[in-house]
């Protein structure tokens, strides 16, 4: 159900059962209440109920979570964790508040604003650009080490910058 308070509010209730990507180009106040598998990016608020489920990699800017959600979570601005959410994966954030009563079971890491050439938005990992190639990590893996897609190896993972990854994909629909 979509519904709209001011004018130039742009509010999205999802209280159903959604698979697939979602990209949001324009903010957007988004709150999912059912359940939803795949890979979602928006811009605006994001707001995860406290009855969803979530097998998800998400990226956006505020992020609240309530619910349960797998998966890894990138956010420009901030993530909040409310009771009774459940997270199980990696987190990117500036800025992460995790109140009581929320669990975290994965891997925290906190951004430097200052660095904008690591923006949260920027950096993904190996199962993020698997995903986002439609392609099994290990394919990805080969190319990144054999330097056929841009990756950098570092803290003992690959990394791979979207803006970079998606001049490559540019590149390589070219020659074809």
């Known amino acids: 159900m979509a519904r709209k308070d ?12 959604m698979q697939g990507t979602i990209i949001f180009k324009d903010p957007v106040n988004l709150r999912i209440n059912g359940s939803f598998e795949g890979r ?4 605006g608020n994001l707001t995860i109920g406290e009855n969803a489920h979530v097998r998800a990699d998400i990226s956006g800017e505020r992020i609240v979570i309530a619910g349960k959600v797998t998966g890894s979570l990138v956010a420009t601005d901030s993530i909040t964790l409310v009771k009774p959410a459940v997270i199980q994966g990696e987190i990117r954030t500036p ?19 200052k660095d904008s050439s690591k923006s949260t938005a920027s950096i993904l990992s190996l199962r993020d650009v698997a ?17 056929k897609i841009p990756a950098e190896f570092q803290n003992g993972e ?19």
């Open 6 to 17: 001011k004018p130039d509010e742009k509010i999205l209730d999802v209280d159903a059962r």
């Open 40 to 43: 979602l990016e928006t811009c």
């Open 95 to 113: 800025s992460l508040v995790v109140a009581e009563g929320a669990i975290l079971d994965g891997k925290c890491i906190m951004l430097n604003l």
């Open 131 to 147: 995903q986002y190639l439609e392609v099994e990590a290990k394919v990805v893996e080969a190319w990144a080490v054999e330097k």
């Open 158 to 176: 690959w990394q791979f910058n979207r803006a970079a990854i998606d001049k490559w994909i540019q590149d390589e629909q070219i020659k074809s």
